[in-house]
T-cell receptor, first 114, second 111 residues
Framework: DTGVSQDPRHKITKRGQNVTFRCDPI?????LYWYRQTLGQGPEFLTY????????KSRLLSDRFSAERPKGSFSTLEIQRTEQGDSAMYLC????????????FGSGTQLSVL | QKEVEQNSGPLSVPEGAIASLNCTYS??????FFWYRQYSGKSPELIMF????GDKEDGRFTAQLNKASQYVSLLIRDSQPSDSATYLC???????????FGSGTRLSIRP
């Protein structure tokens, strides 16, 4: 399977703990996006990368959220000091290149903060 | 004002009829528009995309763009029960490559 891969599929954590999610994009795609989705809402943009460069981060995102894409391959999203409001599905998507922004999504990581 | 707005539905359409889904967007400079389908418990899947140069048809699906009114629509002909899902409208920002999604319209096809 050469689609977008996310790990883990589910994460349950206690409030105040740090969590990290991983995304492996489609191999030839150089753009990678992170979104957050809650029930009944559309995906909310968090950040995106062109290769290893983080080009934009949502102004709504607190400093507790950080993302990296070392070497322009896989990406990690870390949430520090989790809060109950962070509970959501975290979706990763990739696209081929600038000018071709058709997104291909992974299966997501469902985060539950207790 | 939300950047991409959709009626949340549910929109109920009889099998075999045409389903019409709409969204409006606020960024007048946007030139790329996408429709994604999301089944319950699954991730969004791209079904149509159009650019500012016109409408597009693919099988039972037609995407239409009205730039003057900042309005995008998706028509599904000969609706099938398998079309029952949430349809997400997405727009590429004119100033960057971020893709902004609407909240989605739930479509239900009744037999």
């Amino acid at each position: 399977d050469t689609g977008v891969s996310q790990d883990p599929r589910h994460k349950i954590t206690k409030r105040g703990q740090n969590v990290t999610f991983r995304c492996d994009p489609i191999s030839e795609h150089n753009r990678l996006y992170w979104y957050r989705q809650t029930l009944g809402q559309g995906p909310e943009f968090l950040t995106y990368f062109q290769n290893e460069a983080q080009l934009e981060k949502s102004r709504l995102l607190s400093d507790r959220f950080s993302a990296e894409r070392p070497k322009g391959s896989f990406s990690t999203l870390e949430i520090q000091r989790t809060e109950q409001g962070d509970s959501a599905m975290y979706l990763c998507a990739s696209s081929l290149k600038r000018g071709d922004e058709k997104l291909f999504f992974g299966s997501g990581t469902q985060l539950s903060v207790l | 004002q939300k950047e991409v707005e959709q009626n949340s539905g549910p929109l109920s359409v009889p099998e075999g009829a045409i389903a019409s889904l709409n969204c409006t967007y606020s960024d007048r400079g946007s030139q790329s528009f996408f429709w994604y389908r999301q089944y319950s418990g699954k991730s969004p899947e791209l079904i149509m995309f159009i650019y500012s140069n016109g409408d597009k048809e693919d099988g039972r699906f037609t995407a239409q763009l009205n730039k003057a009114s900042q309005y995008v629509s998706l028509l599904i002909r000969d609706s099938q029960p398998s079309d029952s899902a949430t349809y997400l409208c997405a727009v590429k920002a004119s100033s960057a490559s971020k893709i902004i999604f609407g909240s989605g319209t739930r479509l239900s096809i009744r037999p």
